[in-house]
């Protein structure tokens, strides 16, 4: 594509834009693509001059979403523009925009997403992805890229965030997850860092699809025969300290329920895994413990799935035999427990079967029995395996979209330990899926600059 007319000043260019998107002929196919490829291109040539602030970028963004041209020739415009991803010399402009117009019109209306699977584009992303994984690498031992890296990290996160999307509303097929492979994990691994997730969105969006594409291993491995890519590198690669710590401050910080939920899995698989259930530091432990407590005790009534999650958690979890020495809330422990496990005074909920099963099994822990034994009561007994699955997409109460909205906690149960925006080292000084609303359509992209 030629470069387009660079406009002098900036009324004249946002004005440009509008006039684009008056289309007389909507009906028109071949007119609608000739205006969608000038107004992306118009948008792209213009990064940095009058696109500088994130609010450009979705203004922009929400223009072409919400034109009639686009309106009624939704699905050609959204295999159009995965079409130019497979392009692999389209300036790193024209992909940042058209990649944030999808993830755009997909957190607007999640139908979306769909169509974006139906026209391959798991397989798009993913290339996309890889490609620009290699360059940032290859770029990164070199001395004034910094510009272009920068504009790659911005591209990735968008996609990232899109690819997220698919897997936490969609099924992702075996074939889509088989293409997957090391160079494309271990990176995401080895570049991971402990940061807050306002500060390097690059690095959230990472973090997120490490749980969002162990979800879908998990899913998928339920009816074949598959290898979890995911945790073969986390059992494989145990120097990746960066990843154990980025669940631990993400498991304490994050109040979305849909991510609590995706790291409650992968915590379940490091801790019933013989390979990986040390991976964890001993004030680590003590900080999962603290987390869990807290969370249980926040949840209202209603939130029974994920009250489940996490003591089906908790189970392995205290089986770590440092508990063994160090009794580590022991008391607190087990009067939650024991509420849980309809054994206390208070009686202000009415437990379900299943959590007063899971709530025993905890109980039955021996350290944490350890002071009953000469007692008259017996101590509660193991009651039968329990383990953690994966709810079917959209048809389970436990899937990510059925997740109740938080309520405060019932009276009987003691305030928080922690803040949930306390620091992962603030929390180690105790002696150590839903969150689908779309933000009405304001949906923020990265930073631009």
Not at 34 to 55: A, F
Not at 232 to 237: E, G, K, L, Q, Y
Not at 295 to 321: A, D, G, H, W
Not at 353 to 370: D, F, P, Q, V, Y
């Amino acid at each position: 594509m030629e470069t387009d007319q660079i406009f002098q000043e900036s009324t004249l260019f946002w004005g440009h834009l509008k006039e684009l998107l008056k289309c007389p002929e909507v009906e028109d196919y071949e007119l609608a693509n000739t205006r969608l490829v000038q107004y992306i291109k118009t948008v792209s040539d213009h990064v940095h001059i009058y696109i500088t602030e994130d609010h450009d970028l979705y203004q922009c963004g929400i223009g072409l979403i919400s034109s009639p041209i686009y309106e009624i020739h939704r699905e050609f415009c959204i295999s159009k523009m995965l079409s130019f991803l497979n392009i692999d010399l389209l300036e790193q402009n024209f992909k940042l925009f058209v990649s944030y117009v999808l993830l755009l019109d997909c957190k607007n209306d999640a139908s979306i997403l769909q169509l974006v699977q139906d026209y391959q584009g798991f397989n798009v992303l993913y290339k996309n992805l890889h490609q620009n994984f290699e360059n940032v690498a290859l770029l990164s031992k070199k001395e004034g890229d910094s510009i272009t890296i920068g504009v790659i990290k911005r591209i990735c996160t968008i996609q990232l965030d899109l690819m997220f999307q698919m897997c936490k509303y969609l099924s992702i097929t075996q074939e889509e997850l088989t293409i997957i492979d090391t160079f494309f994990i271990n990176y995401i691994f080895e570049s991971l860092i402990v940061v807050d997730s306002e500060e390097d969105l690059f690095n959230f969006a990472k973090f997120k699809i490490i749980l969002a594409v162990n979800e879908q291993f998990m899913i998928v491995s339920r009816e074949s025969k598959i290898e979890n890519k995911v945790f073969h590198t986390i059992a494989t690669h145990t120097t990746f300290r960066n990843f154990s710590e980025c669940l631990l401050v993400y498991f304490n910080r994050e109040e979305d329920r849909c991510l609590q939920i995706m790291i409650s899995k992968v915590l379940y698989l490091i801790f019933t895994n013989s390979s990986t259930k040390e991976l964890f530091y001993h004030n680590d432990l003590n900080v999962l413990v603290d987390v869990l407590l807290r969370e249980l005790r926040n949840l209202s009534e209603e939130e029974e799935s994920i009250r489940n999650t996490f003591l089906r958690v908790l189970y392995p979890l205290l089986k770590c035999s440092q508990f063994e020495d160090t009794n580590y809330k022991k008391d607190k422990l087990k009067k939650l427990l024991n509420y849980f496990a309809g054994q206390s005074e208070s009686t202000f909920w009415h437990q379900t079967e299943t959590t007063k099963r899971l709530a025993l099994r905890c109980l039955s822990i021996n350290w944490l029995t350890r002071e009953e034994d000469q007692d008259s009561e017996p101590s509660p007994s193991p009651p039968k395996k329990d383990t953690l699955t994966v709810p079917e997409i959209n048809h389970s109460n436990t899937s990510i979209n059925s997740i109740s909205k938080r309520q405060p906690p019932p009276a009987p149960l003691p305030r928080k330990l922690l803040s949930r925006n306390s620091s992962y080292h603030n929390t180690s000084n105790d002696t150590h899926t839903n969150n689908n609303n779309r933000n009405n359509g304001k949906i923020m992209p990265p930073s631009i600059r």
